[in-house]
């Protein structure tokens, strides 16, 4: 008699180089099941931007595993509750799931283990696992240069092929997807990328195609914006990390082994999100009309607002802009990197924990960063890599009839020019 298994996916919404899918087809009859986990759609991972994206994704994956004579079985509720029902029906004896660490997933992992099936983890969620590579006498790495030699020299696992055939059990009904309006409020950014994994592998074939190779030395070209974007791909799992490793060239692996750093960091240090990694005994400035003014875009401080408001927009900040605005208000308006991280949370698609909380605390020099009091001049950065002002323009629409440099320095230009903009004055002068 053929076995049936359940794959359950999390963050690894694709059937390119999904391990655990693999492994699962491999056994037998499968059921494909994604949980829409309660206890994180009652929480703040239910923003509208993260939300849409998550079900673009899912309706995706759903398209591809019919198309290989499966199905995806979606469902609302307690993850461990839905599998164990979902086993009962089906007769399953064994699970499939992807290898994730966080403590969110350590948790789940431990309550799949304990409802009697054969559960395995396989990896899929970064291309090196946490605690694949620890220093000697330590559980991690905390420093990023001796991370990415030990990352470097370890032998990848050999990528899966798309499996052949899903085999479906018969009399499984896989469910309605949801409305966004039934999972969250408001609306989703007017320019935010379509998730899923068929967009994840056309928008990889064009980086490859036209920006990979100049990689190196344009990915912190803020107004040529020739990243990959598939940042949010990769938190979602539309694409492998393992493929992308493999494809992208030497400066872009590095960035994928960031992303690793900061995973295997909170592996082993579950309350990156919410305590300081190395506590300095900082003292934060409690400004909530700063904060609103960060939030908003309106600093009057061009660089930064660009990068606020192309976050509003687009539900995704260029890289260096990151840095930029998480520096402004961190280092020059002294504020919590809490209070930026929660923001940054609520409109980024790819509000990965683990990499979010670690580039904050990188920054706010509680982290893992080697230079702790380093601080990032707003107007020394936008003149090296927004030089003609490109960027704010794109981003700052009241700003658009200025030329040049002088884009950045609006306090510069007569007053009654600057009145006319309706550009606000700069909360805080950068020196």
């Known amino acids: 008699m053929t076995s049936t298994s359940i794959m359950l996916f999390t963050r690894d919404l694709r059937v390119h180089d999904n391990p655990a899918l693999a492994a699962a087809c491999a056994a037998g009859r499968v059921v494909p099941v994604f949980v829409l986990d309660r206890a994180i759609l009652d929480g703040p991972f239910a923003v509208p931007n993260r939300v849409r994206f998550l079900l673009d994704s899912l309706a995706d994956l759903r398209a591809s595993l019919r198309e290989l004579g499966g199905d995806l079985v979606v469902v609302r509720g307690d993850p461990v509750a839905e599998v164990a ?11 499939f799931v992807a290898d994730e660490r966080s403590a969110f997933a350590a948790r789940r992992l431990a309550g799949l283990r304990g409802l009697g099936l054969d559960v395995s983890a396989h990896p899929g969620i970064t291309v090196v696992p946490p605690g694949e590579v ?3 006498g330590g559980d991690h790495y905390r420093v990023f240069t001796p991370y990415w030699r030990a990352w470097e020299a370890v032998r990848w696992r050999p990528p899966v092929d798309v499996p052949e055939a899903v085999r479906l059990p018969s009399g499984v009904d896989a469910g309605a997807l949801p409305r966004l309006a039934e999972l969250t409020q408001g609306s989703p950014s007017p320019d935010l990328a379509p998730g899923g994994e068929r967009k994840a592998r056309e928008r990889l074939a064009a980086w490859l195609r036209e920006d990979a190779a100049a990689y190196e030395e344009v990915h912190d070209d803020l107004a040529a914006d020739r990243t990959s974007r598939l940042s949010p791909y990769l938190k979602f799992g539309c694409v492998s990390p393992r493929e992308l490793a493999a494809a992208g060239p030497d400066a872009f692996r590095r ?11 909170a592996a082993a240090f579950p309350a990156l999100p919410r305590d300081d990694y190395r506590p300095r005994g900082r003292r934060w400035n409690d400004d909530e009309d700063a904060l609103a003014a960060w939030r908003g875009g309106t600093t009057g401080v061009p660089i930064v607002d660009a990068g606020m408001r192309q976050l509003r927009r687009e539900g995704f900040m260029h890289n260096r802009a990151r840095l930029i605005t998480a520096s402004f208000l961190t280092r020059d308006l002294g504020i919590d990197w809490r209070d930026g991280l929660r923001h940054f949370g609520d409109l980024l698609a790819d509000g990965d924990i683990a990499d979010n909380a670690g580039n904050w605390q990188w920054v706010a020099g509680t982290g893992n960063s080697t230079r702790p009091d380093q601080v990032m001049n707003p107007l020394r950065q936008a003149s090296r890599f927004d030089p003609r002002g490109d960027y704010v323009r794109r981003y700052v629409p009241e700003l658009a009839g200025i030329e040049g440099s002088r884009v950045h320095r609006p306090w510069a230009l007569p007053a009654g020019r600057r009145r006319a903009l309706g550009y606000p004055e700069p909360i805080l002068l950068p020196e």
Not at 85 to 95: E, I, N, P
Request: charged share 20%.
């Open 85 to 95: 029902r979902l086993a009962d029906r089906t007769h399953a004896g064994s699970l």
């Open 134 to 136: 620890t220093p000697a």
């Open 255 to 265: 960035q994928l082994a960031w992303r690793d750093f900061h995973h295997q960091v």
